[in-house]
């Protein structure tokens, strides 16, 4: 067991941050945050504060980067150096890099790219703060800042986690039950239809516990769809 | 009269309607791509955006800046993703003639006001400077606004607009692109500048020429 291993993950039916297990942490999102972006969010979720911004569809540089039949979708993540308790070196990592591939690949299914052939869109996720889930954090941040900078998507996407803490399965792990829990299981699904666009895994489960996990996951993200879209709602709502 | 507001992924309707732009369809059920404005007719459907940069579409008037040239053509700046270019044919007449250099007649850094004369399968756009009310822009301003505003600028047949220009006496031009050329004293500049800034601001108000007009009238 490592060492900070809390005794019991739960305690009468409620986590260490006192809520139940199939409660995800609090959650505020609001669009349009910067001026001079095309597109922005900023996403507050338990502890996790990440703000995105979209800009394009634009010139693609370097030029062989650019894919003639479509646009390309380069979101770049990343942790300010003070984002976490010890100091993050700051700058690209392997960590950064994956989940940048990542959020990019779980975005790409709705963005109409074949309308921008021979074009970039780049999308900047600076996490500001981190305390667990921050991909699924920027996922949700980076589907409202594309849909604010106008460029047509079938849907939004919102991702929420799923784990593993003594033995029980919970959602959307807050910062001790992600340390010390036995698995982690983010997720980010395309809710119009159904679809999964980020499924990853971190520690085991049995077929059963992935089950539930999943089901737990799905619910997560229904959630923060519904944030994600009044997000919209409020900055552009009341222009019917 | 109110339009309803539609989301990403929103559903709209069923059947087998002509689509414009801002829509999609699975499964025979339309769904609205953008966040915009919602336009159901009996046979048609699309959806206006409010939001996003502007995308070039043919016979579109667009205020650009040369950016580079070479022995044939210049290539312009229009705000988007795509460079545009004009070719020596899209400059000269006939009756006036070719010019031999052409950057005896458009430098680089100089700025236009053009016509969208085609937009290749390959997204290459093409502009004409021999369409009426092309021209190269000397002096004034250029100042940016959100493209998805210009129809607010130009007002119902130009009615805001040309109180604008009426009202000031400044040379004002809009492109499709977002951006509008200001040519005045420069007080009167600053004035239009003003009140684009303000349509652009309220450009979901009712009544706005009128509000604009007591606007420009304070100022005097």
Redesign the interface.
């Known amino acids: 067991m490592k060492v900070g291993t809390p005794e019991k993950f739960i305690v009468k039916g409620k986590r260490l941050d006192g809520r139940a297990p199939d409660e995800i942490r609090p959650i505020k999102i609001e669009a349009g945050v910067l001026k001079r972006a ?2 922005s969010a900023r996403v507050e979720w338990g502890g996790n504060i990440a703000v995105a911004a979209c800009y ?4 693609v540089h370097p030029r062989h980067m650019a894919k ?1 039949d479509k646009a390309v979708l380069r979101i770049n993540y990343n942790m300010a150096p003070f984002s976490v308790s010890d100091r993050k070196r700051p700058g690209t990592d392997r960590r950064s890099m994956e989940i940048s591939k990542v959020t990019s690949e779980a975005l790409e299914p ?1 963005v ?1 790219t074949h309308l ?5 869109i780049d999308v900047f996720v600076e996490i500001l703060n981190a305390a667990a889930g921050t991909r699924c954090t920027g996922i949700t941040a980076a589907s409202v800042a594309i ?10 996407v919102p991702a929420c986690a799923a784990g593993k803490v003594g033995g029980e399965i919970v959602v959307d792990l807050c910062d001790i039950e992600d340390n010390f829990g036995e698995a982690d299981l983010p997720m980010a699904i395309i ?2 239809t159904g679809d999964i666009s980020l499924l990853q895994m971190d520690g085991n489960f049995t077929p059963s516990e992935f089950k539930k996990a999943f089901e737990m996951a799905k619910t997560g993200c229904e959630q923060v769809y519904k944030v994600q ?1 009044d997000a ?2 409020n900055k ?5 | 009269m109110a339009r309803k507001m539609v989301f990403p992924g929103e559903f709209i309707v069923e059947g087998d309607l002509k689509m414009g732009d801002g829509v999609f369809r699975e499964n025979k059920r339309v769904y609205s791509s953008v966040m915009g404005l919602l336009d159901l007719k009996e046979n048609f459907v699309k959806v206006i955006p409010i939001t996003g940069r502007y995308f070039p579409k043919a016979n579109d008037f667009v205020v650009g800046e040369i950016e580079d040239m070479d022995f044939g053509s210049w290539y312009t700046n229009i705000g988007t993703a795509y460079s545009a270019t004009i070719t020596a044919k899209d400059y000269f007449s006939e009756r006036d003639g070719f010019q031999e250099d052409i950057s005896k007649v458009m430098r680089i850094g100089d700025a236009v006001y053009a016509m969208i004369r085609e937009i290749s399968p390959r997204k290459r756009v093409f502009l004409s400077m021999r369409e009426r009310g092309s021209r190269k822009l000397r002096g004034g301003r250029i100042i940016e606004v959100t493209p998805a505003k210009v129809p607010r600028i130009i007002g119902r047949q130009g009615s805001m607009i040309s109180m604008i220009k009426h009202e000031t006496g400044c040379q004002v031009l809009v492109g499709q692109n977002g951006r509008v050329w200001i040519e005045g004293p420069q007080e009167k500049m600053d004035l239009v500048a003003g009140i684009i800034e303000r349509i652009e601001k309220d450009a979901h108000t009712q009544g706005l020429t009128e509000n604009i007009k007591n606007m420009i009238m304070k100022e005097r």
């Open positions: 095309d597109g394009g569809p634009r010139e003639p709705v109409f921008y052939p021979n074009t970039a849909a604010d900078a106008g460029i047509p998507m079938k849907d939004l809710p119009r879209m919209l709602r552009y709502g009341k222009m019917e």
